[in-house]
């Protein structure tokens, strides 16, 4: 249990003073989800016996083990609070049970793919994720601080279904081209 809450607070840590140039808490907020899921790329023994020991040691000790979890639910709370005061993000949930959800589908995300394997680059799957992350919690899934290109992941293209771009001030509109 002490390794994963020592690899959980040092990721945390790093992942907070990364985040600390983004002026944006919805933007933080999914700086989190898409870091922690850029972490499949290493496809690295070690982070798949995190996996594998996060479980185990989650029906054996369910309490401690969420316990070890929380410093990632208390960075998502923070955005989640700031982003709810700038009127950015409207939860339909307390605040905390939202930070607790986000915490659970980005876990859930990164230990499917650690175990079943990646159908497409790490990069894809972190970006469409963290793009998604304000929707359930009542906001956009685009900033309008940035342009959606900004979050495309590579390769996609226009046949893949109309892009959506904001320019701060503007309202979503499709758009085909890249």
Same mark, same amino acid.
């Given at each position: 249990?002490?390794?994963?809450?020592?690899?959980?607070?040092? @990721?945390?840590?790093?992942?907070? !003073? +990364?985040?600390?140039?983004?002026?944006?808490? /919805?933007?933080?907020?999914?700086?989190?989800?898409?870091?922690? =899921?850029?972490?499949?790329?290493?496809?690295?023994?070690?982070?798949?016996?995190?996996?594998?020991?996060?479980?185990?040691?989650?029906? =054996?000790? *369910?309490?401690?083990? @969420?316990?070890?979890?929380?410093?990632?639910?208390? =960075? /998502?709370? +923070?955005?989640?609070?700031?982003?709810?005061?700038?009127?950015?993000?409207?939860?339909?949930?307390?605040?905390?049970? #939202? +930070?607790?959800?986000?915490? !659970?589908?980005?876990?859930?995300?990164?230990?499917?793919?650690?175990? +079943?394997?990646? *159908?497409?680059?790490?990069?894809?799957?972190?970006?469409? @994720?963290?793009? #998604?992350? @304000?929707?359930? =919690?009542?906001?956009?899934?685009?900033?309008?601080?940035?342009?959606?290109?900004?979050?495309? &992941?590579?390769?996609?293209?226009?046949? #893949?279904?109309?892009?959506?771009?904001?320019?701060?001030?503007?309202?979503?509109?499709?758009? #085909?081209? &890249?």
């Amino acid at each position: 249990m002490a390794v994963i809450e020592d690899i959980i607070d040092d @990721s945390c840590e790093g992942y907070k !003073q +990364a985040a600390a140039k983004l002026e944006d808490p /919805v933007d933080r907020l999914r700086f989190y989800v898409t870091s922690t =899921l850029l972490g499949l790329a290493d496809r690295d023994p070690g982070a798949s016996f995190i996996t594998v020991e996060h479980w185990r040691l989650q029906t =054996l000790y *369910p309490e401690e083990t @969420s316990r070890a979890t929380m410093p990632f639910t208390n =960075l /998502v709370l +923070a955005e989640i609070r700031d982003a709810t005061e700038l009127g950015e993000l409207h939860p339909h949930r307390p605040r905390n049970n #939202s +930070a607790w959800l986000v915490t !659970q589908l980005t876990m859930a995300i990164f230990h499917h793919y650690d175990s +079943a394997g990646l *159908p497409e680059p790490a990069d894809v799957i972190a970006k469409d @994720s963290g793009r #998604s992350v @304000s929707a359930p =919690l009542g906001g956009t899934n685009v900033s309008p601080r940035l342009r959606a290109d900004a979050y495309e &992941p590579p390769g996609r293209t226009s046949e #893949s279904g109309p892009r959506f771009r904001i320019v701060a001030g503007d309202k979503p509109r499709a758009d #085909s081209g &890249p």
